[in-house]
């Protein structure tokens, strides 16, 4: 069996008028992440966590923000993108081990539809995506809540 890990990290810095976006959710909170998409910081720490593991470089690589196209664009699509470069490779989701790091807004309530909206876009069961919400004790430019960062650990396998 050949599998292999992959390791992401994602970081963006709150911006007013703009929606918050976090797995594909709109989350309700008085600002929203800077950014060239949608700057959903989970979905990018996935990405970089597949692409890294199926050797691919990063979310930056594959979906530069100097493509003007990509402009605003909706982060499930770049993580439905990465899905199908994976599949390219003959490899699939195992699983998914996410964390988000924010003192506000509080995520609990809301990573069971991320949970549920991010195994959609992958088709996978959503048993396999965990996501876990934690903050950084007042510490760094989290505590001080000027951004929102997110990292993720993934488990990938050869269909073939």
């Known amino acids: 069996m050949n599998i292999r890990v992959g390791f992401g990290y994602d970081v963006h810095a709150f911006a007013n008028d703009r929606e918050l976006w976090l797995g594909g959710v ?15 910081v989970l979905i990018h ?8 593991a199926a050797n691919m470089r990063d979310i930056g690589y594959q979906f530069p923000d100097t493509d003007s196209d990509l ?5 499930k699509i770049l993580l439905c993108k990465t899905i199908e470069l994976l599949k390219d490779k003959a490899y699939e989701v195992g699983n998914i081990d996410a964390t988000i790091c924010a003192e506000k807004p509080k995520l609990s309530l809301h990573i069971p539809l991320m949970q549920k909206v991010l195994a959609e876009v992958m088709q996978v069961d959503a048993d ?30 050869k269909t073939k």
């Open 26 to 40: 709109a989350v309700p909170y008085e600002k929203g992440l800077m950014g060239h998409s949608d700057a959903d």
């Open 45 to 52: 720490a996935i990405c970089d966590a597949l692409l890294g």
């Open 71 to 75: 402009k605003d664009i909706d982060s």
């Open 128 to 157: 396999v995506i965990s996501i876990k919400a934690t903050t950084t004790e007042k510490l760094g430019f989290t505590g001080r809540k000027e951004g929102i960062s997110a990292y993720a650990t993934v488990l990938i396998s």
